[in-house]
């Protein structure tokens, strides 16, 4: 297993974060839209 150095891994993990927090963005909107529609068809 080789051994990684800190920088390595910081960068790895920005990029997960960076990853999860666009894709939680995406589901928000997802969801605020779906909701915002059901909304409206039922009025």
């Keep these: 297993m080789p051994k990684l150095n800190k920088f390595e891994v910081l960068k790895k ?3 997960m974060q ?3 927090f666009v894709f939680g963005m995406y589901i928000i ?3 605020a ?3 915002l529609w ?6």
């Design 13 to 15: 993990v920005s990029i």
């Design 18 to 20: 960076h990853f999860l």
């Design 29 to 31: 909107l997802l969801v």
């Design 33 to 35: 839209s779906t909701f």
């Design 38 to 43: 059901y909304f409206r068809m039922r009025i």
